[in-house]
């Protein structure tokens, strides 16, 4: 199958378009600079031809440049779905992200949400899947969670009882890989088979790099988290800021039922995590 995938040098699109072409796949990976989803101005045509699915992994998480997360997560992808129906583009995979919906409380899900509505809508073939928080030793996100795990005290916004439901970098790409090449429509979790709090997942990253219990978890003010968001949201590349703690705040949990039937046995449990992979 030819398969043009977006986003092939980030964290998951890496792994991913190695198992692609290992199953014997052609694939195309554009770099930014050659398909630029707030770009409809190139010529993506060039991209489409001949092209059996799109595998739109590309994504931003703080604004940057003006409608950036809108351009990114909804009217580009859109308009490439267009553009590749005209193609005769069978399927459409995108990664989302779990709690996305049109009305979210933050930009980032809500312009995940718009986006995964307009292209379920569109007439292609899409599939969707939303994941949880991704665990895996190249992620930005688990970096930061190991950094943090080392520390001898943790300061955690409510202590640390946010519900989460982590999920395995291996298990997220084993599910895209079954998605490009199946035949599941519609959005699917992607989640780990056992919920989790952020102390309980700290936990579990402080044992992973041989160190004993924490002693001591000090809850952290509401308006002291709050301040501290604002403050690191200032700072570029920064991955705290105040919609990533109000999605912290919210919980990152789902059924693993469908992702499990996807998969054809049980994702990993965070518990897991530097066992299996």
Known sequence: MKILLLGCNGFIGRSLATRLIEAGHELLAPSRAELDLARPDQD??????????????????????SGGLEAVHHHGPLCLAGVAKKYGVRRWVQLSALGAAPDAATLFLASKGRGDAALLGGGLDVAVARPSLVYGIDGASSRLLMR?????????????????QPVAAVDVV???????????????????????????????LRSLQGLGPIERVQALPGWLADGLASCCGRIPGSLLDRDSLRMLRQGSTADPAAFAALLGRSPLSFRQFGEAI
């Open 44 to 65: 993506w045509a060039a991209w489409l031809d001949r092209t059996e699915a799109v595998a739109n992994l590309a994504g931003v998480f703080r604004q940057g440049r």
């Open 148 to 164: 943090l795990a080392r520390l001898p005290l943790w300061f955690l916004p409510d202590g640390g009882r946010q519900p989460i």
């Open 174 to 204: 084993d599910g895209l890989h079954r998605l490009i090449e199946g035949r599941v429509r519609g959005a699917v979790d992607f989640v780990g088979a056992e919920e989790a709090t952020l102390a309980d997942y700290l936990r579990r």
